[in-house]
């Protein structure tokens, strides 16, 4: 069964940092692209970063470009973002997805696994 387990979130004050992490198990995940959405109270889920199954072209949001950074490491079946600069509209819930493809997508629904996710709370 394919398992994707989200740690690293918890609260923060503005201008902070937070580097998540997503160990994926069950199967070998070095060819698929993976990627990060989250979702804040009320609103709709939304992309945030996704990588490529190469590491190369990672694909950020506008609104985290330059501030947060996606890395994977395929030995380790791992994925991660380091959010650096965080802000309170950072706050939300980020969940680890999986996309049985080698190319990244921005809608969720192309995903076929996710994670439970892991809150990210920044005061200000």
């Known amino acids: 069964q394919v398992q994707l387990v989200e740690s690293g979130g918890g609260l923060v004050q503005a201008g902070g940092s937070l580097r998540l992490s997503c160990a994926a198990s069950?199967?070998?995940?070095?060819?698929?692209?993976m990627g990060w959405f989250r979702q804040a109270p009320g609103k709709q889920r939304e992309f945030v970063a996704g990588?490529?199954?190469?590491?190369?072209?990672?694909s950020y949001a506008d609104s985290v470009q330059g501030r947060f950074t996606v890395s994977r490491d395929n030995a380790k079946n791992t994925l991660y973002l380091q959010m650096n600069s965080l802000k309170p509209e950072d706050t939300a819930v980020y969940y680890c997805?999986?996309?049985?493809?080698?190319?990244?997508?921005?809608?969720?629904?192309?995903?076929?696994?996710w994670g439970q996710g892991t809150q990210v709370t920044v005061s200000s």
């Open positions: 997805a999986v996309r049985r493809s080698y190319v990244v997508t921005r809608l969720d629904a192309d995903y076929d696994y």
């Open positions: 069950g199967r070998t995940f070095n060819t698929y692209a």
């Open positions: 990588i490529s199954w190469s590491g190369s072209r990672p």
